[in-house]
């Protein structure tokens, strides 16, 4: 389905007002909250719409996907976000086009990152992600996981941590998102006294469309937001 680029345009600031809002009665500012535009159900020109719109960083759940995009829109301005599960033998052709990988869930992926960022000569920014809901479906570490995780991340040159990444649970609607959105926070929070020297834990990606303020007003720093931004029949 397509989607004129007005009403993109016209969604993107109703969303950016909501992100606005939830910000105030958190007690923050918008601009600690960055807009990551879930661009994987929609089409090259409901892409350049966004950017049009004012909204460069874009994210993407399959690694392939964000290869092709990438391709057919190098050279504009575009941060692309891998934000799904990233298998190892995808990292290598990843690494080199992603801003930021939101979906870092095993000691062994984190590895393949450093190395593939170091042949590279690069350093790539990775979120941890954590499986805050417990579900057996989702990936992600086990949040008790976390605390002996942190000692390793300083022998690596590749990556730069900088912070963690939840999801909401599927059943419960936004009660049970505000509480696992408050208890990564309150991990996050936990954390911060005993980060090794070269991590950060400052970014909080969490929330989608349906949860987003919700998240943002228990410290969300990064949101992906898709539905939102094209209408209800994208997910």
């Known amino acids: 389905m397509a989607f004129s680029a007005a009403a993109i345009a016209q969604n993107v600031v109703e969303v950016r007002q909501r992100i606005a809002a939830a910000a105030a009665r958190g007690g923050r500012t918008a ?4 807009l990551i535009a879930v661009s994987k159900y929609v089409g090259i020109a409901e892409i350049r719409a966004l950017l049009e719109a ?3 960083e874009l994210g993407e759940s399959r690694p392939q996907q964000l290869w092709q995009r990438a391709e057919v829109l190098a050279g504009a301005d575009v941060h692309w976000h891998l934000i799904g599960h990233l298998q190892r033998n995808k990292v290598r052709r990843t690494v080199p086009l992603a801003a930021m990988i939101h979906s870092a869930d095993s000691p062994e992926l984190i590895a393949a990152l450093d190395q593939a960022a170091t042949a590279c000569s690069l350093r790539i920014p990775i979120l941890l992600e954590v499986n805050v809901s417990g579900e057996t479906a989702k990936h992600g570490f086990a949040p008790a996981a976390l605390d002996p995780l942190l000692e390793t991340l300083p022998g690596y040159r590749g990556v730069e941590v900088r912070g963690l990444m939840g999801m909401a649970a599927l059943e419960g609607g936004l009660e049970a998102a505000r509480r ?8 996050r929070d936990r954390l911060l006294g005993r980060v090794p020297e070269g991590v950060s834990l400052r970014e909080l990606s969490m929330g989608m469309s349906g949860d987003y303020e919700v998240a943002i007003e228990e410290g969300a720093t990064l949101v992906r937001v898709g539905s939102a931004l094209f209408g ?3 997910s």
């Open 232 to 234: 209800e029949s994208v």
């Open 180 to 187: 696992d959105f408050a208890a990564l926070r309150t991990l």
């Open 31 to 34: 601009g600690e909250v960055t």
């Open 54 to 56: 004012g909204c460069t």
